[in-house]
């Protein structure tokens, strides 16, 4: 039988529902945590440069957003989540702190990414990276540029990472404001992006710590979806879907308002143990 759980992700706090299965292994002295994740190729793409993955058992998960011509997009972006992946579960032993331990697998991704990259038909590929990995009763995120972190807790939502692209470099200088931001202009440069995985030889990931509760969900979404929905109008889709049915109606709203890009979001939620 399911055990039934309460959110705090609207002001009326309506439960986002309850996970069919809760996960196994993601436990603390006093939290576990359910998973759900879904990656969309969107309405206009051909294919889908996204890439997630994520383990239980070691509490780590990560969505990445290749760039490159041709299918080069796709292989930055599946070839870092699988160095992500393996560098984290080889430093599981090692008695490194977790933010350590992401530092590392997110400069193998990049290493990866980067010496891959220096064939002909892959030149100039790479690709975003949101991570994020438990550590008892905390949640450690690292990202490089525009795929996001979100944490939603007591009604709120709230981006966690800052992004590393041009258009926030002009929301920080005040040219743009983030509401302005999703119509404006740019010619060209809203898809630019100032840090990313695997496009030089070595790469600068910024770090941050959450506190988790029973209730506290965290969002990790490539800007497929980012793009087209605000942090209130994400904490309403959520407080509107059941667990299972979060992910797909996230993609849904970005897709209904013209899902030019692929579209991927993991979706976290704190449980009582």
């Not at 994520?54 to 972006?77: H, I, K, P, R, T």
């Not at 560098?87 to 090692?94: I, K, N, W």
């Not at 931001?181 to 100032?194: H, Q, V, W």
Request: hydrophobic share 40%; aromatic share 6%.
């Amino acid at each position: 039988m399911t055990q039934e759980f309460t959110n705090d992700l609207s002001p009326s706090a309506e439960p986002i529902g309850q996970p069919a299965e809760p996960a196994a292994g993601l436990q603390s002295s006093s939290i576990r945590v359910a998973v759900s994740a879904l990656s969309d190729i969107g309405c206009v793409r051909t294919n889908n440069e996204d890439f997630f993955g994520y383990d239980e058992l070691l509490g780590v998960f990560v969505v990445c957003d290749g760039m490159g011509g041709m299918a080069s997009g796709e292989v930055a972006s599946s070839r870092a989540v699988a160095a992500v992946m393996q560098s984290y579960a080889e430093s599981a032993e090692s008695g490194a702190p977790i933010s350590t331990r992401l530092l590392y697998a997110i400069n193998a991704a990049n290493l990866d990414v980067w010496e891959n990259g220096q064939t002909p038909e892959n030149k100039g590929m790479g690709t975003t990276a949101v991570v994020a990995a438990l550590d008892g009763d905390k949640l450690i995120v690292g990202n490089v540029g525009d795929s996001r972190a979100y944490i939603l807790q007591d009604g709120q939502c709230v981006q966690l990472t800052v992004d590393h692209s041009y258009v926030n470099e002009l929301i920080r200088n005040g040219t743009l404001t983030i509401e302005s931001a999703r119509n404006a202009d740019l010619k060209g440069m809203e898809s630019i992006i100032t840090r990313a995985v695997g496009v030089a030889a070595d790469v600068q990931p910024d770090f941050f710590s959450i506190d988790l509760k029973p209730g506290t969900a965290v969002l990790l979404a490539t800007d497929g979806l980012t793009r087209y929905l605000l942090a209130e109008e994400i904490a309403t889709v959520l407080s509107a879907s059941t667990f299972e049915t979060a992910c797909a109606n996230l993609i849904d709203v970005a897709k209904q308002r013209g899902g030019q890009d692929n579209i991927t979001c993991i979706l976290l939620l704190t449980l009582a143990a």
